[in-house]
């Protein structure tokens, strides 16, 4: 019986920390991604890109007021991902966000790619989405 219960709460532990730890996968690094560029993080958002991508969000922290990142944080936009489609060590993620005050949404779309293992976004300079 001592073995059955054991066995039970080890599955239930190892569920729960599937469903909690958000994963590697496209989607839950670019549902990080997003919300962390939607509250004014950027410096957290970063922890998602790649290098270039990051760089590229180094100069739009910069130009970000303590304002305007205070603004951002209370705006709090739904997320959704709609879809990912992978190919190889490249995925494009579809996802929609929208406005909870005036519940206008958009769809788009974000590049990701694996770096050592690793999901992250990336965002070319001809082609910022």
Same mark, same amino acid.
């Given at each position: 019986?001592?073995?059955?219960?054991?066995?039970?709460?080890?599955?239930?532990?190892?569920?729960?920390?599937?469903?909690?730890?958000?994963?590697?996968?496209?989607?839950?690094?670019?549902?990080?991604?997003?919300?962390?560029?939607?509250?004014?993080?950027?410096?957290?958002?970063?922890?998602?890109?790649?290098?270039?991508?990051?760089?590229?969000?180094?100069?739009?922290?910069?130009?970000?007021?303590?304002?305007?990142?205070?603004?951002?944080?209370?705006?709090?936009?739904?997320?959704?991902?709609? /879809?990912? =489609?992978?190919?190889?060590?490249?995925?494009? #993620? &579809?996802?929609?966000?929208?406005? +909870?005050?005036? *519940? !206008? /949404?958009? =769809?788009?779309?974000?590049?990701?790619?694996? #770096? &050592?293992?690793?999901?992250?976004? +990336?965002?070319? *300079? !001809?082609?910022?989405?």
């Amino acid at each position: 019986m001592k073995r059955y219960v054991k066995n039970i709460a080890f599955s239930a532990l190892c569920l729960l920390a599937v469903a909690c730890g958000g994963g590697n996968e496209p989607e839950s690094v670019a549902k990080k991604f997003l919300e962390a560029t939607t509250s004014g993080e950027i410096a957290e958002a970063k922890k998602y890109t790649d290098e270039q991508t990051g760089m590229m969000l180094g100069v739009t922290e910069s130009m970000i007021t303590p304002e305007k990142k205070a603004e951002m944080a209370k705006q709090k936009p739904d997320i959704e991902i709609l /879809s990912s =489609e992978v190919k190889d060590s490249t995925a494009v #993620v &579809k996802y929609k966000i929208t406005n +909870t005050k005036t *519940k !206008e /949404s958009v =769809e788009k779309q974000l590049d990701m790619k694996q #770096v &050592k293992g690793d999901w992250k976004v +990336t965002i070319k *300079k !001809e082609g910022k989405n």
